[in-house]
């Protein structure tokens, strides 16, 4: 079984999605297992082209992308992977790695120093983002370089917790995938001193991750 699966739902009736890889508030199934795929956007592209298609619509049916297996908030047996969402963050700069282009990602991305808590973004937004700020970075090279992550819809885990003040604070554990856009390479590993390790030589689509994600509400005086 793949790690991801493309599940079909019943589409509500007048139900209009705001992009293809959408989910209804109110979710009738899954009625039939479309797909699997051990890559998040390979399941996501599944899902977008089933959404796409005029079968699905005259057959009302919709397609989402879970995690069979993992504990949802909506199904106790599936975590909801779409809709996603788009970051930008920042990552240490490796050292010898040269960018031919802005939209390049080094292929040691785990060096991730984790900075997600920025604005959401749709990901035409985010690419532009990333194109402008790494312009600027190869203009004058610094230590920092920048990245477009994609955030899954539902954590792995969430917990409140209270402090003495009534403040209530909520943490979830999210999975993130890092982008290598279309137009962008994995740049130049020539004088990188881990040449010869295997990252400078593999390709990849996308490497999850996870990410905390921490919000902090202090309750209203009564």
Not at 33 to 43: H, K, N, Y
Not at 51 to 76: D, F, K, L, Y
Not at 167 to 174: D, I, L, N
Not at 192 to 215: G, I, M, N, Y
Request: proline fraction near 8%.
């Amino acid at each position: 079984m793949g790690r991801y699966q493309v599940a079909a739902v019943a589409r509500p009736e007048n139900w209009q999605p705001d992009c293809l890889d959408d989910v209804p508030l109110e979710l009738a199934g899954p009625v039939e297992v479309l797909g699997e795929a051990d890559d998040l956007f390979a399941a996501v592209e599944q899902a977008v082209s089933h959404n796409e298609s005029p079968s699905a619509r005259q057959r009302m049916r919709w397609a989402v992308v879970v995690e069979p297996g993992a504990h949802g908030r909506i199904w106790p047996a599936a975590r909801l992977c779409t809709p996603l969402c788009y970051k930008v963050t920042a990552i240490w700069w490796p050292e010898g790695w040269n960018p031919h282009t802005p939209l390049d990602v080094p292929n040691c991305v785990w060096q991730d120093q984790g900075r997600t808590s920025g604005q959401w973004l749709n990901y035409d937004e985010a690419e532009a983002a990333v194109r402008g700020l790494n312009q600027q970075c190869m203009n004058t090279p610094g230590t920092t370089w920048y990245v477009v992550v994609a955030v899954e819809n539902e954590p792995f885990s969430q917990t409140i917790s209270y402090d003495q003040s009534g403040t209530e604070t909520t943490v979830e554990v999210r999975r993130i995938h890092v982008i290598r856009p279309k137009d962008g390479g994995t740049g130049d590993c020539t004088y990188c001193p881990a040449r010869d390790f295997p990252c400078a030589k593999t390709a990849w689509t996308s490497q999850a991750q996870t990410v905390t994600a921490q919000r902090s509400r202090v309750p209203e005086e009564e």
